[in-house]
């Protein structure tokens, strides 16, 4: 864990877009790194799971030898914020996965992959989320997954209008269907260094 004050707040840099969220986590002052190794993740306070293809981030993390410290991390109170794929990833469950994927998991939801369709299919709306302050969130939904069912522990932060989650919280984990770090949408990162901070 880092020493000083100001947390170390990792972002898995194996697939996708963690370029992005580097910038914006530097942006509101924490410092970051790259996390390609399990040897990186006793040296984080925070980790950011990046929008990207769930299959490709499984694989990898397992080929590097993540995966298994990675859950056990997460178990262990590690704050995780997960966007598009990421929230695939900390899911406990999946709909239309294929059956040889597997999830870091930790969050108690069902998430469907692709729930919208495919790249053609994405598209940008506006909703309140009361938890980020009055202003509406601007939200770029790309391929991307949607919260099914949760557990009675999870905190649903947001829905679309048809009732289904697209940003929830549990404990030490966050997640949304959109990608924040797109369009200068900082207040998630912001909520979850509030996080960080709350643990360390």
């Known amino acids: ?5 100001t947390p170390v707040v990792g972002v898995l840099a194996l697939q996708g877009d963690f370029r992005e ?10 410092r970051t790194r790259a996390v390609r190794r399990s040897t990186e993740l006793s040296e984080i306070d925070g980790l950011v799971i990046p929008g990207g293809e769930s299959t490709v ?25 997960g966007t598009c794929a990421g929230l695939i990833m900390l899911a406990d469950r999946l709909i239309d ?7 870091f ?4 939801v069902t998430v469907r ?3 919208f369709g495919t790249q053609t299919d994405s598209f940008e709306t506006d909703f309140a989320i009361p938890e980020l302050g009055a202003e509406s969130v601007h939200a770029v939904f790309i391929r991307a997954p949607v ?23 549990q404990r030490n984990l966050l997640g ?4 924040p770090e797109m369009n200068d949408e900082s207040r998630f990162h912001e909520l979850f260094l509030r996080m960080v901070a709350a643990r360390r």
């Open 147 to 169: 919260v099914e069912q949760s557990g009675d522990a999870v905190e649903v932060l947001a829905r679309i209008p048809d009732g289904r989650a697209v940003a929830v919280r």
């Open 21 to 30: 969220h580097l910038a914006v986590l530097a942006g509101l002052g924490a």
């Open 57 to 81: 981030i499984d694989k990898l993390s397992r080929a590097f030898g993540l995966a298994a410290p990675l859950r056990d991390a997460i178990a262990s109170g590690l704050p995780v914020y």
């Open 1 to 5: 864990m880092a020493g000083n004050t």
């Open 113 to 115: 992959r692709n729930a």
């Open 105 to 108: 998991g930790g969050l108690d």
């Open 176 to 179: 949304t269907s959109f990608h």
């Open 97 to 103: 996965a294929p059956a040889s994927q597997q999830t």
